[in-house]
């Protein structure tokens, strides 16, 4: 402790340090090139992206979106109904001439399906010159009886009709139709009678479980051998619980909303069971499961069963 250095000056020891002093006016502008160079180098960057896009947008219009090569020369229709090709090529909206690539094909399916006898439509393009199309149209199984207003004054009652997933569809004109095909007859298709207004729109579809139930019934129908022995004219649903059926020999024959195989069955075996005695039947009732409900009629003047003009056809394509 008595021999202890005493602690030195520092400032005396210090070292020489070069000492560099900028003004302040100096590193703005320093900072200023930089900030410059940057943004023009963004500015640049910018620029030949834009100029790069519009290059190519220029370039694909002059070899594909406005290339006469590409032209839409032949519209290829194959459907597996009795819509007239030429028809479904009018309602596609595509214009002769029109170019290939630039054909939005999402257009011409929305197109389409508004009509609504077509369920559904495949779009294909074939280079350079075809679009073709498949299209899917759909089967009238039934009829609805809607009030419409005439051109002379007044109302009419005019048809409409439902397929099996009862889509409603607007009845084709002749006009429409395929040489040699005819449009379906408001008289080849039984009617679904008291059906709720509010839901019968062209393309839509009837939701109403009694609306269901009765084209159910009619596709049972028209399956069973019962088709043989009456002729189904309309179906009631308006009792809600029940489905009244009317048949073209004058019964009135009462359904429960299931079970249409088994109930078309216990009739088919009470009709043979009428012939037998030379009667016919005049009122049943298939709701009730015992005792089943039945009057009797005179066979004689029962009419005879009429001869179908109409048979659904499926799986035929038709390719023009």
């Known amino acids: 402790m008595f021999f202890k250095r005493a602690p030195k000056n520092r400032r005396i020891g ?13 590193v703005r502008a320093r900072r200023m090139r930089i900030s410059a160079l940057l943004l023009g180098g963004f500015f640049l960057a910018v620029c030949s992206v834009y100029l790069a896009w519009r290059a190519t947008e220029v370039g694909l219009d002059l070899l594909l979106y406005r290339n006469p090569a590409f032209s839409v020369l032949n519209i290829d229709v194959e459907t597996d109904g009795i819509i007239a090709p030429d028809q479904i090529r009018r309602w596609t ?13 999402g257009t011409v399916r929305r197109n389409l399906l508004l009509i609504s006898m077509i ?45 099996s997933q009862g889509y409603v569809i607007t009845p084709l004109t002749p006009a429409q139709c395929s040489p040699g095909a005819s449009p379906i ?25 009694q609306v269901r139930a009765a084209l159910e019934l009619i596709l049972a129908f028209q ?43 216990r009739w088919q075996r009470i009709c043979n069971e009428a012939q037998r005695l030379n009667k016919a039947v005049a009122t049943l009732d298939l709701a009730v499961s015992n005792s089943i409900p039945l009057t009797w009629m005179e066979g004689s003047a029962v009419p005879q069963v009429s001869v179908r003009t109409f048979k659904p056809v499926r799986n035929r394509k038709k390719h023009v």
């Open 223 to 265: 399956r069973s051998p019962m088709e043989g022995q009456a002729d189904l004219l309309k179906v009631d649903v308006s009792s809600g619980d029940v489905l009244v059926a009317k048949t073209g020999q004058g019964a009135e024959i009462t359904f429960a909303m299931e079970n249409f195989d088994q109930q078309l069955l």
């Open 93 to 105: 909206g595509v214009r002769p001439g029109e170019n290939l690539f630039a054909l939005d094909l």
């Open 119 to 163: 369920e559904s439509v495949s779009l294909e393009k074939i280079l350079p010159h075809t679009l073709r199309l498949q299209v899917t149209e759909r089967e009238p199984v039934a009829q609805i009886g809607v009030l419409r207003p005439r051109a002379a004054g007044g109302v009419e009652m005019a048809p409409l009709y439902v397929d």
């Open 185 to 209: 007859g408001a008289d080849q298709l039984p009617s679904i009678t008291w059906v709720n207004a509010s839901e019968i729109q062209p393309g839509r579809q009837i939701q109403s479980p």
């Open 14 to 26: 210090r070292e020489f340090v070069l000492d560099v002093k900028l003004r302040s006016s100096q």
